[in-house]
């Protein structure tokens, strides 16, 4: 059942060339599930010299079509669901209701894609001159490299391909190593899609040696990339070299503000859900909580309570709510964080650390009164751990909440306008909910500011970063 994961480079899935492959772990039980094609430098020579000449056939294809192909992937996606989640959850250990869901959430993507690729306009500006026509033409930039992290393993894929596609751009994605087995199937739903051979490429392998590979060629003009802020650094300054133009969706550490006349109870609830999600590894999960003081005890104790009640296990029950992390080096992050600020005297308000001793799984944990020189309070979590500090005034959270460079989601909780209003204004983030914490879908914008990343995925910005501008101005002949 676990998709055998080959290089898919011009229309052919196949072995890379030195037949070399590496594992892929179930991190619920730590049991190798199946492994991954290594690509070489000669593999991916041949990825960037079929492009060149396979991507003009599928910009010149109308965009009504285009979309048609996008929409039957997605239904491809549907029809497939239960297989694919099945994979998701046996290799990045999401609970199989959540690992449904974003089969569905990626099938949606396609469709919002599909319906982007016949938006695509131009404009006629009128010209000072007479008899003078001046057209702004939008038209694809070319060739996309696209890498992708583990946390969302079939979304993130399938938003870069979909808005490629939509604008008309051949693409080369790289999943992470620890999940390729959804983007074999995601890139399998667009071949019976009938996606000519070449536009979409799958390259698995070493993330460093591709992506300079990649990046150094003058074929590739787009780097989209989703992962931890270091590596986008990184490969910022690879693209840099060549002027290649870059959507970076980082890391972020969202700071969660729960004001004095905020329904306590619900709020606390509502965060505990998000905080469980994929076992915290969301880059908008909440982890920074400044919880204004009249509410402090009582926040902490419902939070507390409603952390205890989510239920951890096996991730293919289907009542489970939460699984293991991904990983060992996750898990030793995490626990490394967590000892950290207990030793610079935050307190324990809720759980118990590793749970078990087979998969990597790790209880929700809540550190209380947490001082700010503990690590946890710069550097991203990305696992199930929220840390706590009350606060007095609004402006002292606000000043909080932007103190770090990420800049990604944030969440606040508030009755009155006046405060609601003045977050909106003030706290420095791509996206912000208020009262609630649904800040992503595929109409609307993601993607955040400061060191947390430039450019939009989703929303009618996702395909302006596969786009570039061309200006033709046309006069009657000299005279
Ligand atoms: P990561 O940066 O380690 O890996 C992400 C991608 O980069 C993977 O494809 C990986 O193979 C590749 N990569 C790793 N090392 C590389 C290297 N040296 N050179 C080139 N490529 C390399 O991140 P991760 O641990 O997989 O994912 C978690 C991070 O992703 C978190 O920081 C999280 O906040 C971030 N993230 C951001 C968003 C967003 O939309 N802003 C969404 C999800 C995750």
Not at 41 to 55: G, H, K, S
Not at 156 to 166: D, G, Q, V
Request: neutral net charge.
């Amino acid at each position: 059942m676990y998709p055998k994961n080959q290089l898919f480079i011009a229309g052919r899935w196949r072995d890379g060339g030195a037949g070399e492959t590496l594992p892929v772990l179930n991190p619920a039980t730590e049991d190798e599930i199946g492994r991954f094609a290594v690509a070489t430098e000669a593999d991916l020579d041949e990825a960037l010299r079929r492009r060149q000449r396979l991507r003009e056939t599928w910009r010149k294809v109308p965009a009504v079509e285009r979309a048609a192909r996008l929409h039957r992937a997605g239904a491809i996606l549907r029809e497939r669901a239960e297989e694919i989640a099945r994979v998701l959850t046996l290799e990045l250990g999401a609970p199989i209701a959540a690992a449904r869901m974003e089969v569905m959430i990626a099938a949606d993507v396609f469709d919002w894609s599909a319906g982007e690729a016949r938006r695509v306009y131009g404009r006629l500006i009128p010209s000072r001159f007479p008899g003078v026509r001046q057209l702004a033409v939008r038209e694809p930039v070319g060739v996309v490299f696209a890498a992708s992290p583990w946390n969302m393993p079939v979304i993130f894929p399938s938003r870069k391909i979909a808005e490629a596609l939509a604008a008309g751009c051949a693409i080369i994605v790289k999943p992470a190593e620890d999940t390729p087995g959804c983007a074999t199937l995601v890139v399998r739903a667009l071949e019976d899609a009938g996606i000519p051979p070449g536009v979409v490429n799958l390259v698995t392998g070493d993330p460093g040696f591709i992506s300079r590979h990649l990046l150094a060629s003058p074929v590739v003009r787009k780097l989209s990339f989703t992962g931890s802020v270091p590596v986008g650094k990184q490969l910022a300054a690879l693209a840099a070299a060549r002027m290649i133009r870059c959507t970076m969706e980082l890391g972020g550490h969202a700071p969660t503000i729960v004001m004095d006349d905020a329904p306590v109870e619900p709020v606390a609830l509502m965060l505990a859900e998000r905080k469980a999600r994929n076992s915290g590894q969301v880059c908008n999960s909440p982890t920074r909580l400044f919880v204004q003081s009249g509410v402090y005890e009582r926040f902490r104790a419902a939070f507390a309570e409603a952390l205890r009640a989510v239920r951890i296990g096996d991730p293919l029950d289907a009542a489970t709510q939460m699984g293991p992390l991904v990983n060992r080096r996750r898990m030793r992050a995490v626990e490394e964080l967590v000892a950290d600020a207990r030793q610079q005297g935050a307190r324990l308000a809720g759980g118990d650390g590793r749970i078990g001793n087979r998969g990597f799984f790790h209880d929700l944990t809540l550190l209380d009164q947490v001082p700010d020189t503990a690590r946890i309070m710069r550097e991203e979590p990305f696992g199930p751990v929220a840390a706590l500090q009350p606060f007095d005034r609004l402006d002292e959270a606000i000043e909080r909440a932007n103190r770090l460079p990420f800049g990604l989601a944030a969440y606040a909780f508030s009755a009155s306008r006046r405060s609601l209003d003045e977050l909106a204004e003030r706290l420095e983030v791509g996206l912000l909910g208020l009262n609630h914490c649904n800040i992503a879908a595929a109409e609307t914008p993601f993607g955040g500011v400061k060191e947390s990343g430039y450019g939009s995925e989703g929303g009618s910005e996702g395909i302006e970063g596969y786009l570039v501008t061309k200006f033709v101005t046309e006069a009657p002949p000299p005279a």
